[in-house]
């Protein structure tokens, strides 16, 4: 009974570990346009995310519910599954946070968890009806909804106040963009936030410490919001850039829409119980909004890298779980060698980005052109500026010779 007591005590630790690193992951999701255009500081837009995370965590449970009952089969799980499962979440946001790459840590903690559960107790143990219509459909129609939504939204944000003009309408765009961002921030808080409630739920299940069926209790869904929101306080600088400026450039008008359509759409995916990655909704937004504006573009080489990222995230984190399942079967051994791998490997992760310190101080940065932006630069005609400054400063080049021809010939002509 002891060593099933320190076990589960492990997995409650490993699981808000995974919601730190799921805070300071996805901050990006509801501040990176606010902080890029300039509406909050960036140490401001973090705080007031922390805060709205927090407050988030309490407005409901059907998405943990989705976690802690529906994915996986209950009764076939085991602390140390869980504990699996958390490590190849836990490995895939550190790893994406490295390369500043903003894929779905919802996605991560389901992969991980269904690799580690088939790894136990085989294929039947995951529900795939529920896989399918709560996970897969809604991250694939999500991005696509959002980034309709947003884009039609910014066309008709720019209709609306095309008489707006100077400081005042600029205020008035930035207040709503506040709004909007801190409105995704308290959808972040409701829906990523239940997800470690939810896999703690499962945990405490599987030890017998509640019953089949139950509901997180109140410690559970406090210790998650505030996991979460320490994440989201520290700021995950990295992701924010490429979020922020990587991906498109954003006016406030486009900002505030972006935020609109995206948290319009987490919140009612939140209500209906869809795991649904905020991620993968945010990007969609930002990327319709840049579209949405005449003359806008997106950074698709930066989208590219994005997307690949999603499409890895499942399988990753999956394979990363399930092996990890491999070796905590083995015993209580293989438990702590799986522990101290996640430890080591965190702190290797964390080491190497103290290389290229991104922080508060230059996220505004300009995010390094990827190789297909590249690429088209190469390709690209030059610009038609100055191409004519060019051509203008040739002609009186090539005209002073030419000049001084017809001149010469011109002399005993005019003699005679």
């Known amino acids: 009974m002891e060593s099933f007591s320190l076990i589960l005590a492990i997995v409650v630790i490993t699981a808000l570990a995974f919601d730190f690193t799921n805070g300071f992951h996805d901050t990006a999701n509801a501040m990176a346009t606010t902080i890029s255009t300039g509406a909050l500081k960036p140490k401001v837009a973090v705080a007031m995310s922390a805060a709205l995370n927090l407050v988030g965590a309490f407005l409901s449970v059907e998405v943990a519910n989705t976690i802690s009952k529906g994915l996986v089969d209950e009764t076939g799980i085991r602390p140390e599954v869980i504990f699996a499962a958390l490590v190849g979440a836990i490995l895939w946001n550190l790893l994406t946070w490295l390369v500043g790459l903003p894929s779905s840590s919802s996605h991560a903690l389901m992969g991980g968890l269904i690799g580690a559960t088939v790894a136990s107790a085989g294929f039947g143990a995951v529900h795939g009806d529920v896989l399918v219509t709560k996970v897969l459909l809604p991250a694939v129609a999500a991005p696509v909804v959002a980034g309709i939504a947003a884009m039609a939204a910014t066309r008709l944000s720019y209709r609306v106040s095309r008489d707006a003009h100077g400081r005042a309408a600029d205020k008035g765009h930035r207040a709503g963009q506040i709004a909007s961002a801190g409105l995704v921030s308290l959808a972040h808080g409701t829906n990523d936030a239940q997800k470690t409630m939810g896999v703690i739920t499962l945990a405490l299940i599987a030890g017998g410490t509640l019953a089949p069926g139950s509901n997180p209790p109140t410690w559970v869904i406090l210790s998650a919001g505030l996991a979460i929101a320490l994440g989201t306080y520290i700021g995950g600088w990295r992701i924010i850039r490429t979020m922020g400026k990587g991906l498109t450039e954003l006016q406030p008008q486009q900002g505030f829409a972006a935020q609109t359509s995206a948290a319009t759409a987490i919140l009612a995916s939140s209500h209906l119980g869809f795991s649904l990655s905020t991620t993968h909704v945010v990007s969609g937004s930002v990327m319709g909004a840049g579209l949405g504006r005449k003359g806008g573009v ?52 964390w080491k190497f980005s103290r290389r290229e310190v991104v922080d508060h101080t230059n996220v505004n940065d300009e995010e390094p052109a990827g190789v297909v932006t590249a690429a088209i630069a190469a390709v690209s005609p030059p610009p038609a500026a100055p191409v004519t400054e060019e051509l203008t400063a040739s002609v009186p080049a090539q005209a002073s010779p030419s000049t001084t021809d017809s001149a010469t010939p011109a002399s005993p002509s005019a003699a005679a």
């Open 298 to 349: 997106v950074r698709w080489s930066t989208a590219t890298r994005m997307l690949v990222a999603w499409v890895l995230t499942l399988p990753a984190a999956a394979l990363v779980g399930a092996g990890a399942e491999a070796v905590t079967g083995l015993g209580d051994w293989g438990t702590a060698l799986v522990a101290l791998f996640l430890v080591a490997s965190s702190a290797a992760i």
